[in-house]
């Protein structure tokens, strides 16, 4: 069974940093790619990030561009996010998101269940 | 960036009814289209994908269809369990593999 679990949400001034995690389980890790997804409070889905299954190719919505890095770890089936440079509108839930294939794709057929990221002073 | 427009926004609806949610891309996406449907307080859930494909375990009154720019989520019969908000996704191309504004399907 596939499993993605996040960590690392919670609350952070605006200019502040958090680190997402993602713990996988259930499926051979290296052979797909992977994302970050958000949704703001009330609001619609955010493509935010993806990266290979190799983890040598990543690409970033513009909006996070230079502050968010997607990154991982594949001796621990782990999916990570470190943003910097926080601010109000970054706001979200933000999911972890298995996609079909290895290479940048869109399609995500396995989701966590959300964390949630609050930037306010 | 290719930009996904859904209507309507929202839709009563009553159960038993016929539903269609249209979505459209900015430019040709071939069939590379996404559906997702999202209940309040859960992750979202691939329903079709490829525009046409079901995915398994969604009930056959789900269907997808278009291609290009144009593409539609039918639900017929509508069920006590498809109340929820859905959305199209195109996966063509580079990212970022933008979502739609979403549709919520509510109950009359």
């Known amino acids: 069974e596939v499993q993605l679990l996040e960590s690392g949400g919670g609350s952070v001034q605006p200019g502040g940093s958090l680190r997402l995690s993602c713990a996988t389980s259930?499926?051979?890790?290296?052979?797909?790619?992977m994302a970050w997804v958000r949704q703001a409070p009330g609001k619609g889905l955010e493509w935010v990030s993806v990266?290979?299954?190799?983890?040598?190719?990543?690409e970033y919505t513009d909006s996070v561009k230079g502050r968010f890095t997607i990154s991982r770890d594949t001796s621990k089936s782990t999916l990570d996010l470190q943003m910097n440079s926080l601010r109000a509108d970054d706001t979200a839930v933000f999911y972890c998101?298995?996609?079909?294939?290895?290479?940048?794709?869109?399609?995500?057929?396995?989701w966590g269940q959300g964390t949630l990221v609050t930037v306010s002073s | 960036d290719i930009q996904m427009t859904q209507s309507p926004s929202s839709l009563s609806a009553s159960v038993g009814d016929r539903v269609s949610i249209t979505c459209r891309a900015s430019?040709?996406?071939?069939?590379?289209l996404n559906w997702y449907q999202q209940k309040p307080g859960q992750a979202p859930r691939l329903l079709i994908s490829?525009?046409?494909t079901l995915e398994s375990g969604v009930p056959p009154r789900f269907s997808g269809s278009g291609s290009g720019t144009a593409f539609t989520l039918t639900i017929n019969s509508l069920q006590p369990e498809d109340f929820a908000t859905y959305y199209c996704?195109?996966?063509?191309?580079?990212?970022?593999?933008?979502f739609g504004q979403g549709t919520k399907v509510e109950i009359k």
């Open positions: 998101a298995k996609l079909r294939r290895e290479a940048l794709s869109g399609t995500v057929d396995y």
């Open positions: 259930g499926f051979s890790f290296r052979s797909y790619g």
């Open positions: 990266i290979s299954g190799s983890g040598g190719v990543a």
């Open positions: 430019r040709s996406i071939n069939f590379y």
């Open positions: 490829e525009a046409t």
């Open positions: 996704q195109h996966d063509y191309g580079n990212p970022p593999y933008t």
